[in-house]
Structures are given as structure tokens and as C-alpha cells.
């Protein structure tokens, strides 16, 4: 029942989110699940609120390479990556994303992350080369929104 029940509320918002068209001038986010990770509701949710409030979102699924993350860093040259982790593995996989986004060429994508085992062990969250975005979507689209606002501020300062 659980299964059926997640798939069902999947390919509801699965098909919200590709039915809504993306803003061509909203900031680029790639989101999905971090590398092992298989639980996409929470994050593909937030990406459909993404799109709502007017951003380019690029939502890449579940379980995302870490092998990837340079070359769509590069290609697609993000805002923002933001990546999902609810199990162990997943949380331990967010730290080589951390390190990989951090060695990127500048200007490097805010690097984002959340989910649920970031709350119940909060103390994971401080071993990840990145930002946090909060314990509820509302939390999370504020902390994305205030995050976006600074990198636009602070790469129209260096452009000047």
C-alpha cells in the first residue's frame, strides 16, 4: 500500500511539474536525490514549488551520479544544485557532492541540500560543504529565495 500510495502522488506531481512551463529568465536550479538515495517525493515536490515561483527547474531524479555532478555543473552552469537525502548512505554520499561543487570553476552553483534524516540527525548537516535548507518546504523556498537574491547581488558587484 505504501508503494502504490508513493507512485500514485508521484505521477501526480510529476505531471503538475512538467505541465507547468519553466520562467527562461528564473535563476537555473538543479535539484534531484543524492547518489544511492531512491526517495524523490520530497524533493521533486519542492521542485514543482521551484517552478511555481518563476525558476528554471533541471530535476534530475533520483539517485544522481556524483560522477555527474562536475560535468553538469559545467554544461549547464546552475545557480543553484540542490539534492535530497533521506537514508544514511545518501546523507554520507552529500559530502563528496559538497567537496565536488567546491572545486568547480566560478562562478560554482549555491550548493543546497535537505531531507529527513538531516532532521532527525541534525548533526550531519555540519559535515556537508554546503547550505542547509531547513526542516519544511516553507523554510526551504525562503532559504533558496534569500540565497538566489545574494548570489545575483553579489555577481552583479563583480561584473561592475
Not at 34 to 44: D, K, M, S, V
Request: aromatic content about 8%; charged content about 20%.
Amino acid at each position: 500500500a505504501e508503494h502504490f500510495s508513493t507512485g500514485f502522488v508521484k505521477s501526480k506531481i510529476t505531471t503538475l511539474f512538467n505541465s507547468y512551463p519553466d520562467n527562461p529568465d528564473g535563476a537555473v536550479i538543479i535539484t534531484g536525490c543524492a547518489q544511492n538515495e531512491p526517495h524523490e517525493t520530497g524533493i521533486l515536490l519542492l521542485s514543482l514549488f521551484l517552478r511555481w515561483r518563476g525558476h528554471r527547474v533541471i530535476y534530475l531524479g533520483a539517485n544522481v551520479p556524483n560522477s555527474t555532478i562536475p560535468d553538469a555543473i559545467r554544461d549547464v552552469k546552475p545557480d543553484m544544485l540542490c539534492l535530497s537525502a533521506t537514508l544514511e548512505e545518501g546523507a554520507n554520499n552529500l559530502v563528496e557532492t559538497g567537496e565536488l561543487v567546491a572545486q568547480a570553476d566560478d562562478p560554482k552553483p549555491i550548493f543546497v541540500f535537505g531531507g529527513l534524516i538531516f532532521i532527525f540527525e541534525p548533526e550531519r548537516r555540519e559535515t556537508i560543504q554546503g547550505n542547509y535548507l531547513g526542516d519544511d518546504p516553507q523554510t526551504a523556498i525562503e532559504n533558496i529565495e534569500k540565497m538566489l537574491v545574494e548570489r545575483r547581488q553579489m555577481l552583479q558587484g563583480q561584473t561592475r
